[in-house]
């Protein structure tokens, strides 16, 4: 039906327009409307596909490896190989975090590795009220630095970033620093620095290390 055909079209030509229009920064959400018509249109190139017996055949054997190969990124690849990639270890880290702040007077996350603040606040599943008091009074530009909506500390928890030679002298303070930067051979032969905690990859690799300055 070629009217259906041109809706069809239309719809996947136009699709695009508002996204292109808008003065924000990227972001895949504005190529939802793009979505339902590459659906149909992909549905419709299946349909065809399938009609010959041998079709059906090379249909089946593509579904059985898209399976077998969503099912291997799930199970191993993605929380094992790629845990680096995917920000992994942050679940519990923000879950270490948050025991220590019962008990630490100041905790410094080095704010260089991945928006820790973020990530915090995602882990953590702040209470978004009590966010909300913290930035309502945060000004910046929308459309300039975005830099300038970060926040330097949530109650007893900073995001800094970290220069040992002037850190050393905060005693009691602990900080949640990247091993490769810091690694623990550094810190063992520090008198005035002690490993309180450990993150790990799953395949062992040091992602943090929690550092406490006791004297």
Known sequence: NKVK????????ILSPIPAALTPDTFHTYRSLMFYIPNTIIIGLGFRDLIRSKISKILFLFASVFSLVQLFSTYVYLTPMVRAKDWDQPFKETAAKVNSLLKTEKKIVWDRRISEPYIQ????????????QE??????????????????????KLYFEPIN?????????????VDAADTPESSIITDERLKIIDRISLPDGRRFFNIVKVIN
Do not use: C, I, M, Q
């Open 5 to 12: 055909d041109w809706w069809l079209v239309s719809w996947w």
């Open 120 to 131: 915090y606040l995602f882990w953590s599943g702040y209470d978004p009220v009590k966010l």
């Open 134 to 155: 913290v930035t309502k009074n945060l000004e910046f530009d929308y459309y300039g630095s975005v830099g300038e909506v970060r926040f330097s500390h949530l109650d």
């Open 164 to 176: 040992w030679g002037a850190r050393k002298r905060e005693v009691g303070t602990v900080f949640v």
